[in-house]
């Protein structure tokens, strides 16, 4: 093993630029090569890889974002893009991929794996929708963002007496409405994981408004349902005035927190640890305070739910 290939793919997340430094860095350190492979999987088939040093990471660990860039590449959902990825990354005498991204990239990198070019995954994603680790690099932005939109939200929405429904990102899972709805007060929480009861909602805003409740603010994750049809629904049915916030693509950016950083230089250095331990085909997780990896076949077949004591714990605190 001499010469690592790195690349981001899928959505860009806050973090995945401190993990891109700690794995060359790492790399560097224990006198390996890196090459940057640029906009995803699309790098390997067009050959847009370029060597990296220690240098070329450097005033890159607050950005949000990632130097790589990162793309979504259809060519390579093809037996005929990977065989070509294969070949290209050969010709640049890369021997080991590390691929930072959500499962979409790990189910990439392990095509790559089958042809004989070993890979490591770093799961990179705000949504935390990643089964094998606890938590994923860009998450706890991701909530901070939204935590930060709620405050501000919240101080218009009490002078008014209002009802506001935040929509966030997470198109199958959950977990940044439920921790930014536990963590900023939420009065309700909505996730694709639990079906909602709309009548159960209304009664519970009703009885919270005649409780004195100056606020009401409901997070609703976009995979769970359209937040203005509920607005729509919740007027129809209370009378009540409901307006909607789309924090959209703002919860992609920003500098990464404290949190993401030390997880992303924590699964970076892994990485390459485990490359250097002549080990291939791997997912780093954390679990606890722990740094862990799985095969990939294995991190892939697993499934996550919300945490169910999460979920009933914002219920009981909201009330
Ligand atoms: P996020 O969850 O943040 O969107 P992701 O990694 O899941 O990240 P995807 O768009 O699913 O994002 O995947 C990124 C890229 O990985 C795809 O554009 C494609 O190049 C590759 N990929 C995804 N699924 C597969 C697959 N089943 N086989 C081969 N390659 C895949």
Redesign the pocket.
């Known amino acids: 093993m001499k010469t690592i290939g790195i690349l981001t793919?899928?959505?860009d997340?806050p973090g995945m630029n401190a993990a891109i430094r700690a794995v060359v860095r790492t790399a560097v350190y224990n006198k390996l090569r890196v090459m940057a492979i640029r906009r995803?999987?699309n790098g390997l088939i067009r050959g847009d890889i370029e060597e990296m040093s220690a240098a070329s990471v450097g005033e890159i660990i607050h950005r949000g974002g990632t130097i790589l860039r990162t793309?979504?590449?259809?060519e390579?959902?093809t037996p005929e893009g990977?065989k070509k990825a294969y070949n290209i990354a050969k010709i640049f005498g890369i021997d080991a991929v590390v691929v930072i991204?959500?499962?979409?990239?790990?189910?990439?990198a392990r095509?790559l794996s089958r042809l004989g070019m070993p890979v490591v995954g770093i799961p990179g994603?705000?949504?935390n929708?990643i089964a094998c680790t606890e938590y994923t690099i860009g998450f706890d932005t991701a909530v901070n963002t939204v935590i930060d939109a709620l405050n501000k939200i919240r101080d218009t929405v009490t002078s008014h007496e209002r009802i506001n429904i935040i929509e966030v990102m997470g198109r199958h899972a959950g977990d940044i409405a439920l921790y930014s709805g536990l963590a900023g007060g939420a009065e309700n929480i909505i996730v694709p994981e639990v079906k909602y009861d709309i009548d159960e909602i209304c009664k519970n805003l009703i009885q919270g408004k005649n409780r004195g409740k100056q606020s009401y603010i409901m997070i609703v994750a976009e995979g769970a349902g359209n937040a203005f049809n509920i607005a729509r629904e919740i007027e129809e049915k209370t009378g009540f005035e409901v307006r909607v916030t789309v924090l959209g693509h703002l919860q992609r950016g920003g500098s990464p927190t404290a949190m993401d950083r030390i997880l992303a230089s924590r699964m970076g250095a892994h990485a390459v640890n485990i490359l250097l331990e002549g080990r291939i085909n791997r997912v780093v997780a954390i679990h606890g305070s722990q740094i862990v990896d799985y095969d990939i076949d294995e991190a892939l077949s697993m499934s996550k739910g919300i945490s169910e004591s999460m979920y009933q714990l914002a219920g009981i605190l909201s009330i």
């Open positions: 793919s899928g959505g997340a995803g999987f793309a979504r590449c259809e390579f959902n990977v991204g959500g499962d979409g990239s790990f189910r990439g095509d994603t705000i949504d929708d």
